[in-house]
């Protein structure tokens, strides 16, 4: 009887044991996806789903802003996450430093459901190098202008608006040096991402005649919705794109959302694959999932985003949008910007 | 083992004591540490209202400086200039020095300015603070400030109303000190003499400056936090956690701190907040801590912010480090109670268990046939009782015992004497005998038995009675033993025979001289009452070692020596073998 009772314990025990094993065996096992991206681009249902049909588990990093992403990148050589999401400006740096791969189209067959727009990828900008894609558009937004119904009888067609004397001190603008460089250059028919060093103090007082024109410089969302409200602007630089007019629709505010003929910036995030990707394959479908149309689609109901697979209804077909790219010195950009913005007057500026 | 009652007293006294003691210290413990707790709390309240307090009051002050300067005359002289006028300059830098001298007596501005309403906000008179120096700014360096809030936000406001900034870094290039640093800003409108509206003089109040002061009287492990009114940190033990809105991304109080959102939402006007795990955050250590979040209203100004909220953090292990003395005292005093408990312990069971002692020693004593010795008998308690219960046993005991004693006396005394005359008896002369045998036999010295017989008692009896018989008999008895000497032994045999033993004999001369003081003896009648007797007496008279070596040889043959005395005339005696 004791006999017994031991044995039984020892099987017990010796169950237990093997089961432990086994748990830890098959965390092993379990292949892990690491994704690094923004808030949104990965949700938890979307994930899960992910990994049921995979069998295998998600690991999400999210990011708040480029400056972090490239930290988390930097760290490792990239062989920290597999997969990434950064915008096509971003991305100039990322394969230009090497820290991520050419991807295989093949394996991403979902890329023909994607509108007219994002094909073929070599016609967009950073994304592909010789021959190789290392990109896949993802979600974009333009950064369009945002403008109360009443003061426009028409839609503005221009960002050249934001020049406007008839709607001088009731302009909210964007505080970024880059971004108000490129509208600058625009304006003045140059490359927004390249302005050559001779132009600059052409640029220089087009963004003095800009900043004289204009209520307020913001830097967030809700704070351009509040001042927008509250000061009764006329129009608004919608850096965060339809974000913005979601904001200020959900305020009751009567605003219209014209995304320039002329040309409108816009952002356009990809997916990458990491250098350091422990498998590529599963990183590739990964990014293929993305793309089918109930993913991409809970993208834009969520988070506001135009996704690449359906017509936005901000942005037409035909609207020229202009996908960011490296600008010729950011740096120097930014240090002007914040002499401008602090109310340096031209005399000085220019010297 | 076996444990003695005093051992069991003083464990279970000294385990009783050191109980209540511990008890009461574990619990005094407890309280106290809640009491300390309650009070660190209310002492970070406290502080947090004080800075609050002092960060309204800087504010109001810089408010009413701002409304001084904006009334001044050496303002309207500015605001009056008609351009372009010959007494500008003059006008500027008399404005100028007075901004000067308001900057030296106010440490915590940073920069006081004159900024037009036209000409998109174009500073016109401007002193800013450069480390310990003020410098003027003006010329080309004076810059457009039309787009910034507090320009076109005080340029709305109604007359009278004063517009104080929300708290930001202040990012303005060229503003020196200022730089880079939290700001807050008050403004006033200035108007001409006309009633036009010609500006604003606004005060860019330096927050740290304000800060630093009061977080010096905070003790250093004190966080100190600050937030707006939508809970964007704007102090923050971990500077990297401030202003986040500026950097694009929110940090929110309430997100650490969750139930700081009840006072944003204006639920409640200040939180305790105890965190058992807060998040790991540069320079804020990752221990429990305990927070106070209160919101400062800031007053009654036209601003984003109406109030900010207040934050004092502090780890827990400091407001515990006073409950560790406390425990450490609490401990002492347990401890010095418990030695005293046990102390007491053991001189109770002393005091109770010693008198018990003694009543056993003494029935120890009484039972081995001693005296019982002292005993607790004063006392006034139940031992008291035991002892003198004891003793009265005791004596109970020793009385019980004396009569027994006599009794047996008297029975031995009964037992080997004759109850009439009081002289030894038949049992008593034959073992005092046979010893005198047996001492003879060894010495070598003779004795001699005198058999005694009384003659013609029997008709005293048969005449007189048998009372004064028995009185004639103790006559007899006193007289034969006014006869014998002190060694010798006088016993009667029964009837009217008496024996005596004589010792101690190297002769038969004192034989002879007893047997014939005897017989004189007898000479005198024997008187009882009324009635007179004459007796005489027959003596046989036995001698060791001729007549024989045995008690009872010596005794038959004395008897028979009597009979012969007596067949030979009475009154008279007779050896059994003749000398002669």
């Not at chain 2, 515990?320 to 109770?348: D, G, P, Q, Y």
């Not at chain 2, 024997?526 to 009635?531: A, C, E, K, L, W």
Request: with cysteine; proline share 5%.
């Amino acid at each position: 009887m004791l006999r017994s009772c031991l044995n039984h314990r020892i099987l017990r025990l010796w169950l237990v044991f093997a089961a432990l094993q086994g748990l830890s065996h098959s965390a092993l096992a379990v292949e892990t996806l690491r994704i690094l991206a923004w808030p949104g681009y990965a949700d938890a249902d979307l994930v899960k789903a992910f990994e049921q049909r995979h069998g295998v588990r998600v690991e999400v990093t999210l990011v708040g802003n480029d400056d972090i992403l490239r930290e988390k990148m930097a760290a490792g050589s990239g062989a920290h996450f597999d997969v990434i999401a950064a915008n096509t400006a971003e991305m100039v740096h990322y394969i230009d430093s090497g820290l991520i791969q050419p991807i295989e189209t093949g394996n991403i067959p979902n890329l023909r459901r994607q509108l007219p727009r994002f094909r073929p990828l070599s016609a967009i900008p950073g994304i592909t190098r010789a021959g190789s894609v290392y990109a896949i558009p993802y979600t974009y937004s333009e950064m369009g202008l945002i403008y109360d119904r009443r003061r426009f009888k028409t839609a503005p067609a221009s960002y050249a608006d934001l020049w406007n004397p008839r709607y001088a001190g009731q302009i909210l603008l964007f505080d970024g040096g880059t971004h108000n460089f490129s509208l600058a250059a625009m304006a003045l028919g140059l490359d927004p991402f390249r302005i050559p060093s001779a132009e600059f103090p052409r640029a220089l007082k087009k963004l003095l005649a800009l900043r004289r024109n204009a209520l307020v410089f913001y830097s967030l969302p809700e704070e351009a919705a509040r001042l927008f409200r509250e000061q009764s602007a006329a129009l608004l630089f919608a850096n965060y794109g339809s974000q913005q007019v979601k904001l200020l629709r959900d305020a009751g505010v009567d605003i219209g959302y014209a995304v320039p003929r002329t040309g409108a910036l816009a952002w356009l995030d990809c997916w990458a694959v990491s250098r350091g990707a422990r498998n590529k394959a599963l990183a590739e479908a990964w990014i293929n999932y993305t793309l089918e149309p109930g993913v991409s689609h809970a993208l834009s109901v969520r988070q506001g985003l135009a996704n690449t697979l359906e017509t936005s209804a901000a942005s037409r077909p035909g609207d020229p949008l202009i996908w960011l790219e490296p600008v010729e010195d950011g740096a120097r950009r930014t240090r002007l910007w914040q002499r401008i913005l602090s109310g340096e007057r031209e005399a000085l500026l220019l010297q | 083992m076996k444990l003695g009652i005093r051992t069991r007293i003083t464990l279970l006294t000294a385990a009783l004591g050191m109980l209540a003691s511990g008890l009461t210290g574990y619990y005094a413990y407890r309280a106290s540490q809640g009491l300390l707790a309650e009070a660190a709390e209310r002492e970070m309240l406290t502080s947090a209202r004080v800075l609050g307090r002092h960060l309204t009051l800087n504010i109001r002050e810089a408010a009413r400086d701002a409304t001084l300067l904006s009334g001044l005359p050496a303002t309207l002289a500015v605001a009056d200039l008609r351009e372009p006028s010959t007494h500008a300059t003059v006008a500027y830098n008399n404005l100028a020095r007075i901004f000067e001298s308001m900057l030296a007596i106010q440490p915590q501005y940073f920069q006081i300015r004159l900024i037009r309403a036209d000409r998109h906000g174009l500073e016109v008179v401007r002193v800013d603070r450069d480390g310990t120096d003020l410098t003027r700014v003006d010329g080309a360096m004076l810059q457009e400030k039309g787009h910034y809030p507090y320009v076109f936000q005080t340029l709305r406001l109604k007359p009278g109303d004063t517009y104080l900034s929300p708290i930001r870094i202040n990012q303005e290039q060229g503003t020196h000190t200022g730089h880079g640093q939290p700001t807050l800003q008050v403004a006033r409108q200035v108007f001409a003499s006309d009633g036009r509206l010609y500006g604003l003089i606004i005060i860019n109040i330096d927050l740290n400056g304000l800060f630093g002061l009061l977080k010096a009287d905070l003790p250093a492990t004190q966080g100190l936090y600050l937030t707006n009114a939508q809970g964007d940190f704007l102090i923050h033990p971990d500077p990297e956690q401030t202003f986040g809105f500026q950097r694009g991304h929110r940090i929110l109080a309430q997100d650490v701190f969750p139930s700081v959102a009840d006072i944003i939402n204006e639920k409640a006007d200040y939180r305790l907040i105890s965190l058992n795990s807060p998040p790991v955050l540069r320079g804020h250590p990752a221990l429990p801590a305990t927070a106070v979040f209160l919101r400062q209203p800031l007053g009654n100004y036209v601003s984003d912010d109406s109030f900010v909220l207040i934050g004092l953090s502090m780890p827990q292990r400091e407001i515990t480090r006073h409950t560790h003395t406390l425990a450490i005292a609490s401990l002492n005093i347990v401890l010095v109670f418990s030695a005293v408990a046990f102390v007491l312990a053991l001189w109770m069971s002393r005091a109770l268990t010693s008198p018990l002692q003694r009543i056993l020693q003494a029935v120890g004593r009484v039972s081995a046939g001693g005296d019982p010795g002292e005993l607790p008998l004063n006392r006034k308690d139940e031992l008291g009782d035991l002892a003198r219960g004891v003793a009265h046993m005791h004596t109970q005991i020793r009385d019980q015992m004396a009569a027994l004693d006599e009794r047996r006396r008297t029975v031995d005394h009964l037992s080997r004497h004759d109850t009439l005359t009081g002289l030894p008896n038949r049992r008593m002369f034959f073992d005092v005998l046979k010893h005198a045998v047996t001492q003879a036999e060894r010495t070598g010295a003779q004795l001699a038995v005198m058999f005694i017989d009384l003659d013609h008692f029997k008709a005293v009896n048969d005449t007189h009675g048998h009372a004064t018989g028995d009185r004639v008999l103790q006559i007899v008895a006193a007289r034969l033993q006014h006869c014998v000497r002190s060694g010798d032994t006088l016993a009667r045999l029964g009837g009217d025979e008496f024996i005596i033993l004589i010792e101690s004999l190297s002769t038969r001369e004192p034989v002879t001289a007893i047997a014939q003081k005897l017989i004189a003896q007898f000479e005198t009648p024997f008187s009882v009452g009324p009635h007179e007797a004459r007796l005489g007496l027959s003596i046989g008279i036995s001698v060791l070692p001729e007549d024989g070596v045995e008690a009872e040889t010596l005794v038959a043959r004395a008897d028979e020596a009597m009979y012969a005395a007596k067949l030979a005339g009475r009154n008279g005696y007779r050896f059994f073998t003749d000398p002669s």
